[in-house]
């Protein structure tokens, strides 16, 4: 069964901080990787896309990676802004796309 | 260009009415969804959409869910009756059928039944 899992549920950090999302996945025939970033009242805003093992992608603060079975979202000195829902989501090759539960991440000032 | 409109952005009715929600997805994009997605939880999947066809509703409770996108392009999701335990935000996203195929999001639609 197509699974998606992300880890911490909630992840709190001080200004500057890096660290680690997890994404971890089970999927019939991957065809994409997506991150992207929920404010509170808002829909959900495309990050990144990945497709295949080894691939990285960078935007500002953020950094993407991706193994066979699971990929991490690196933030990198972190500010207030940052602060927000990130959701992992895989497309099998039936064209479906599942999302995880999503990590939402607090940066105090 | 624009992005996936949804309306309306909140609803409040009373548990046994119905209701209704409407999507215009991003021009060219042959790929549309519906989910749902519950306070701190990740979207749910209800219906996906190829052109006019739903080739995924596996997930739509079907007694009192219904779908439809006419012409390929705006879409409708009907709750009839609406219980209380339908209250969350619906989210309709689309996305093209070729690469790239990340899709993109509405604002969502905020039901509560009361």
């Known amino acids: 069964e197509d699974q998606v899992t992300q880890s911490p549920e909630a992840l709190r950090l001080q200004e500057g901080e890096s660290s680690s999302l997890n994404c971890s996945y089970t999927?019939?025939?991957?065809?994409?990787l997506f991150w992207y970033r929920q404010d509170p009242g808002k829909g959900p805003e495309f990050l990144f896309t990945?497709?295949?093992a080894g691939e990285e992608k960078e935007k500002e603060r953020l950094k993407a990676t991706l193994t066979k079975k699971e990929s991490f979202l690196h933030i990198t000195a972190p500010k207030p802004e940052d602060s927000a829902t990130y959701l992992c989501?895989?497309?099998?090759?039936?064209?479906?796309?599942?999302f995880g539960q999503g990590t939402t991440l607090q940066v105090k000032p | 260009e624009a992005g996936v409109v949804q309306s309306p952005r909140y609803k409040i009715i009373e548990k046994k009415q119905p209701v209704a929600f409407w999507c215009n997805p991003i021009?060219?994009?042959?790929?549309l969804y519906w989910y749902l997605q519950n306070l701190g939880q990740g979207p749910e999947l209800l219906i996906r959409?190829?052109?006019?066809?739903?080739?995924?509703d596996s997930q739509l409770p079907k007694d009192r869910f219904s779908a439809e996108r006419l012409k390929g392009v705006d879409s409708t999701l009907k709750i009839q009756p609406a219980e209380l335990g339908d209250s969350a935000v619906y989210l309709c996203?689309?996305?093209?059928?070729?690469?790239?195929?990340?899709?993109?999001f509405g604002q969502g639609t905020r039901l509560t039944v009361v």
């Open positions: 990945l497709y295949s």
């Open positions: 989501a895989v497309r099998s090759n039936t064209g479906k796309l599942i």
């Open positions: 021009s060219g994009h042959n790929t």
């Open positions: 996203a689309s996305s093209s059928k070729g690469a790239p195929t990340e899709a993109f």
């Open positions: 959409y190829e052109n006019e066809e739903a080739v995924d």
């Open positions: 999927v019939s025939g991957l065809r994409g």
